[in-house]
């Protein structure tokens, strides 16, 4: 578990390769920190990890009775629309700002154990996917009211989720280690996360021209949200939607990668 | 199994904001390493061509005063700090115990944490199970070992997290000094743990400011100074010389202030030098001795006893005001004498009858 001798002025790529290589191979130790990290968040509650179902239900709710009205579609295909939508963007948005912090929160154990660092990393992402599904679950019961009938294009969502994982991981490596480095990147990310908030079709719909199809169009999330959403509520794969995120996870996974690997070693003096 | 360092050398960038001043000039040579820029940033050098090589069954002691570069050396052996030049080498794994607060979830029970420091240490869910009851019974929980580590109190988590250490060491290991702080019990079954331990010739590194706990357990020493080796040998070659330089330094230091404030006169009726009772640690009880001239400018006194033929044995050193316990080595007309540091004059002189 230890960084091995052999590591031990490696070469900084092979040296990160090992890192993960150990990381992989112990799953029981992320997964326990990840649900270390939800306990602390829901300690001493009666209703404890409930309360990510039930604020996001909640929040669903209320969005869908006020912007409904101010929508040109019918009440079902908005309500699956928003739940969707806001279900996919807080997976990323939360996704985002636990990948700056990866380390910063892990600082303790960094300075205190020789654990591979993709370990802390895959905590912060596993820790997202343990709320995730909680809210898949939700998601999951909304859909009971899908407007459309179902048909196995439905289906195509799953790669889709298996992209948000892809995702999840880059993020981290390429997140932790600048925000480690450059602390104001931590409030720059949080800050445009919340302006990306509206400027995402998620309580409204882009439409098929004008300003907001534009803005929609150049910005990636809402590809993001278009490979889970479409499938699921137009039965529908969306080709250039995938084009982009395709694009985007590659040229993440090299970043991701540049970053860790330059990185690593000096973590520990930064952090 | 070794364990070694050649050149190891640690610069630690220094982070400032863009608005903090830094300024080269007053860098204080007291404690710490020696600040440098490197292409216009400054790094403190944490350690200095630092060179060791351990072998089965040594164990090795850190000694130096704080900001020496004991910490930063341990974490270094430990593959936390990456050298910065020089390089470590083990041919197995390097566990460390350094603070408390490092590397445990405090909101967790303490057995959750044995469970992620074993998951860290590469073992199996059945090997920590099976290694719970015996870090349990050395920590002394009972109950709490169920209850969250931050209603633990100091004694209790520092138990816990050298019992988990010790019991998933990979054969090599490092302590950082928060080892020695611990009561006269807890010592004791540190010293008898790592005995143990040591039995089956593996390799530790412990720093520490307790010099008696030092000479217990390790065979070499190290003294490190502003992070570059003083001295390395046999422990009792270093931690004498080590010694003998603090006891100048404060010797020196008396001796400036006795220059500045001289001694006043002691009048007669002043209790300078008495016996009382005393207990040291939990177990032994007997007599103390105990002095007090602080308030005549005495900055550094000894305690000495006077033979019969006039030759004097030292007790103790110590500062204007203290006690030390004697136990069972008072004996029946024993005379005691207490004297300045500095000039050597007699201040006071009891002889002991039972």
């Not at chain 2, 403190?44 to 004991?70: E, F, P, Q």
């Amino acid at each position: 578990m230890h960084q091995s001798p052999a590591v031990r002025g490696a070469s900084p790529w092979s040296a990160a390769w090992q890192d993960w290589r150990q990381a992989v191979r112990v799953p029981s130790l992320w997964m326990n920190l990840a649900l270390e990290d939800l306990r602390d968040r829901y300690r001493r509650t009666v209703l404890g990890v409930a309360w990510i179902a039930i604020s996001f239900a909640l929040f669903v709710g209320v969005k869908v009775l006020v912007f409904g009205q101010m929508s040109a579609a019918s009440t079902r295909e908005f309500a699956i629309f928003v739940t969707i939508g806001f279900g996919a963007w807080s997976f990323i948005s939360s996704m985002v700002s636990d990948a700056c912090g990866a380390y910063l929160h892990s600082r303790a154990w960094i300075l205190g154990t020789a654990v591979p660092y993709p370990v802390y990393l895959l905590q912060a992402a596993l820790r997202n996917w343990m709320v995730f599904s909680l809210v898949l679950l939700v998601m999951a019961v909304a859909l009971l009211w899908k407007p459309t009938p179902w048909t196995p294009a439905a289906l195509f969502a799953i790669p889709g989720l298996l992209a948000y994982f892809v995702t999840s991981v880059w993020l981290s490596a390429l997140l932790a280690p600048l925000c480690v480095r450059y602390h104001d990147l931590l409030h720059a990310v949080q800050t445009s996360m919340r302006l990306m908030f509206f400027v995402t079709p998620i309580l409204w719909m882009p439409g098929q021209n004008g300003v907001l199809a534009e803005l929609a169009r150049i910005n990636p999330m809402t590809h993001y949200l278009a490979i889970v959403r479409d499938p699921l509520l137009y039965n529908h794969w969306p080709a250039t939607s995938w084009r982009v995120v395709l694009l985007v996870n590659l040229a993440g996974i090299v970043l991701g990668a540049i970053a860790y690997a330059s990185t690593r070693r000096k973590i520990a003096f930064w952090i | 199994m070794y364990l070694e360092t050649s050149h190891l050398t640690i610069d630690f960038p220094v982070r400032k904001g863009p608005r903090d001043p830094f300024d080269f000039e007053s860098r204080s040579a007291e404690t710490g390493g020696e600040i440098h820029d490197i292409g216009g940033k400054p790094y403190v050098r944490a350690l200095d061509d630092v060179s060791l090589a351990l072998g089965a069954g040594d164990r090795l002691g850190l000694v130096g005063h704080n900001g020496s570069g004991k910490s930063t050396l341990l974490r270094a052996l430990c593959g936390i700090y990456h050298p910065s030049r020089g390089s470590v080498r083990s041919d197995h794994d390097v566990s460390g115990i350094f603070n408390i607060h490092l590397g445990f979830r405090p909101e967790a029970s303490g057995y959750r944490n044995v469970l992620l420091k074993g998951l860290i240490a590469g073992r199996s869910h059945a090997e920590i199970a099976a290694a719970v009851p015996g870090i349990a019974e050395f920590a002394g929980l009972g109950a709490y070992l169920h209850m969250p580590m931050h209603t633990y109190s100091q004694g209790m988590a520092m138990r816990l997290a050298f019992a988990i250490t010790t019991a998933f060491a990979n054969h090599i290991l490092v302590m950082d000094e928060w080892i020695g702080a611990g009561d006269v019990n807890f010592q004791d079954k540190v010293v008898e743990r790592m005995n143990s331990f040591f039995e089956s010739a593996d390799i530790c590194v412990i720093a520490s400011h307790n010099n008696r706990l030092l000479r217990k357990i390790t065979n070499r020493c190290m003294w490190l100074d502003s992070g570059r080796v003083r001295a390395i040998g046999p422990t009792a070659e270093v931690l004498d010389a080590y010694e003998s330089e603090a006891m100048s330094t404060k010797l020196e230091s008396a001796r400036q202030a006795a220059l500045l404030r001289p001694r006043l006169d002691i009048p007669p009726e002043h209790r300078a030098l008495w016996l009382t009772a005393a207990r040291h640690g939990n177990e032994m009880e007997g007599k103390a001795v105990a002095w007090d001239v602080a308030d005549y400018n005495v900055a550094s006194i000894r305690v000495v006893v006077v033979a019969g033929d006039g030759n004097e044995q030292m007790v103790c050193t110590g500062s204007g005001r203290g006690t030390k316990f004697l136990g069972s080595w008072l004996r029946s007309g024993m005379t005691i004498a207490l004297r300045d540091n500095v000039d050597g004059v007699l201040l006071a002189k009891l002889t002991y009858t039972d």
